[in-house]
């Protein structure tokens, strides 16, 4: 859930009701998060926020932990202070970021909160060998620190396999962006792409996965998009438990 100019507050409490009962927040500022939904923010599962976000938004998090919210901080793929993943991004500096990973998410371990990565396509660039930005992430990080939100449009936009990093990576990705992307890497509704979701999804339990979040970032209704995209996943999912 993003904070459209163009959605009301009220389309976004319909949509919940209609649809969704844990919504995943994306970028909204405290402030704001807090004076357009804050009778809401028990329901919410996750916040997502631009890495340079990251310090301000461990301090919100902690405050939101502190009164009992559960909350888990996932972090966009922006690196240092508003300058994004570059594309010749060097080994290096895949190593670098997981350090920090490891800093925030020990530091939102120690609020009772949960931490987590989301990738783009940038970081499916093979940078050592057969070894992708993503591979080095995953292995860079302390499992019990740092958890990853997989987007499964943008992980097969950038030529990755979500199969295969299961099987090199189980138990990783707790969370998981779902939407679809065609051939031209343009984001889609659910099922009218190139995303084989059934296979994927049949593979959710290697992979770790407990919530998946139906999303699409050009969506002209998001209410439609999120009705297609739950009629979609019903067909092969159900949140562990459930």
């Known amino acids: 859930m993003s904070p459209a100019d163009s959605l009301s507050d009220e389309r976004v409490r319909e949509l919940a ?14 402030s704001d998060l807090l004076e357009r939904f804050g009778d809401w923010l028990s329901a919410a ?5 631009l890495l340079y976000e990251v310090n301000p938004a461990l ?18 793929v922006v690196w240092s202070v508003r300058v994004a993943l570059r594309d010749d991004l060097p080994a290096q500096g895949y190593r670098g970021i997981a350090a920090f990973l490891n800093r925030a998410g020990e530091r939102c371990r120690a609020a009772g909160l949960s931490f987590a990565y989301h990738n783009h396509t940038v970081e499916l660039r093979r940078i050592e060998g057969v070894r ?16 990853f939100e997989i987007d499964l449009a943008w992980t097969v936009a950038g030529g990755g396999d979500p199969r ?18 065609n051939q031209r890497g343009e984001d889609l509704d659910l099922g009218t792409g190139i995303v084989d979701f059934g296979a994927v999804l049949a593979d959710a339990e290697r992979a770790g996965i407990e919530h998946v979040f139906v999303e699409r970032d050009t969506e002209e209704d998001p209410l439609r998009t999120a009705a297609r995209g739950y009629a979609h996943l019903a067909r092969w999912w159900s949140a562990p438990g459930a």
């Open 132 to 147: 992708s930005g993503l591979d080095l992430l995953l292995e860079g990080t302390d499992p019990a620190l740092v958890c």
């Open 17 to 30: 009701r209609e649809i969704l009962s844990r919504p995943e927040y994306a970028r909204f500022r405290p």
């Open 164 to 181: 295969a990093l299961f099987a090199k990576h189980p138990g990783r990705f707790r969370l998981c962006h779902a939407k679809d992307v």
């Open 59 to 76: 301090w919100y998090a902690l405050f939101l932990g502190l009164v009992g919210v559960a909350l888990a901080l996932l972090v966009h």
């Open 45 to 49: 599962l996750n916040w997502l926020s």
